[in-house]
């Protein structure tokens, strides 16, 4: 397969007269090598307007991706931090950690971006150097022509003429139009695979605690949460999950449930003393228990 370090003849060899069947075979070699050159060019456009159309759908969903996890980030800090005022040390934390996920999906968005940018300008540049090589193909073939049909004449140089011609006009087009061809096809195909998918609105399911765990590249995260804090102009403050109880040092984020008898606490309720029922509630006698006030802070 000929390629950019193709090298034609124009001059007689070694200085000697040229035989018009050696500049005929050398003729027909350079024909050939230009129109494969040729194709190989072309097929690269082609496939460089194809990434080129993928790229960019990538680009935009690892964008929307970014917008989506900041706007989620923000929301979980923001309620974490009511809940820390409330005094629901628990869900704060939880809070916490989830906003500390859309953190580290915020993180890989930006840097899926960054990636999905540079690829577009080294595509872009790519496709630059294949439109000025089909240029150089076209002059290496008329080079050759120039030097190898004098040693032609008659009918022979006439039918060598021609064919040279027609090649020229052929490897001369532009390549817009398959260029164009290609991409709407790429655009067409990505239409057809996002109408095939689920439709409707994409909803974003709540993070779980199976979800938290799974999170195991966390790091990083928590320079993109002062950013976000900083924006809601929360400021930093102490992550809820690592800070004691006021009532008896419990860490925050551990398991309500064991801190009284088993019985799991929502958030802004409290447990009647040696009952294990939840003030508020009704008692198994069918009395409703008073119910405590949420501890100040």
Known sequence: MPDSTWNPPTGPPNGAPLRPAEARRELTEALDAALARDRE??????????????????????????????????????RSNQSARDGQRAHAAKLTAAARVF??????????????????????????????????????????????????????AARAEREIDEVVAAISAPADHQVAMAA?????????????????????????????????????????????????????????????????????????????????ATPGSATAPGSGTPRGTATPDGDAAPPVPAARR
């Open 184 to 264: 709407e096809a790429a655009r067409t195909a990505a239409d057809e695979a996002q109408l095939a998918g689920p439709g409707g609105e994409v909803e974003v399911a709540p993070v779980t605690d199976d979800e938290l765990e799974s999170e195991v590249d966390l790091e990083g995260a928590d320079e993109v949460l002062d950013e976000l804090r900083a924006e809601l102009g929360l400021g930093s403050v102490p992550d809820p999950v690592d800070a004691p109880s006021p009532a008896g040092g419990q860490a925050a984020g551990s398991d309500p449930a064991a801190a009284h008898g088993g019985t799991e």
């Open 41 to 78: 060019l072309r097929a690269e456009l082609v496939a460089l307007a194809t990434a080129r159309v993928q790229a960019r759908d990538r680009l935009a969903a690892a964008s929307d991706e970014a917008a989506e996890s900041r706007t989620l980030g923000k929301r979980a800090l923001t």
């Open 103 to 156: 953190a580290m999906r915020l993180r890989d968005a930006r840097a899926q971006v960054a990636s999905l940018e540079r690829q577009l300008a080294t595509q872009a540049e790519r496709a630059q150097r294949a439109e000025a090589a089909l240029s150089e193909n076209v002059g290496r073939l008329q080079a050759v022509a120039a030097a190898r049909l004098p040693a032609l004449s008659g009918r022979r």
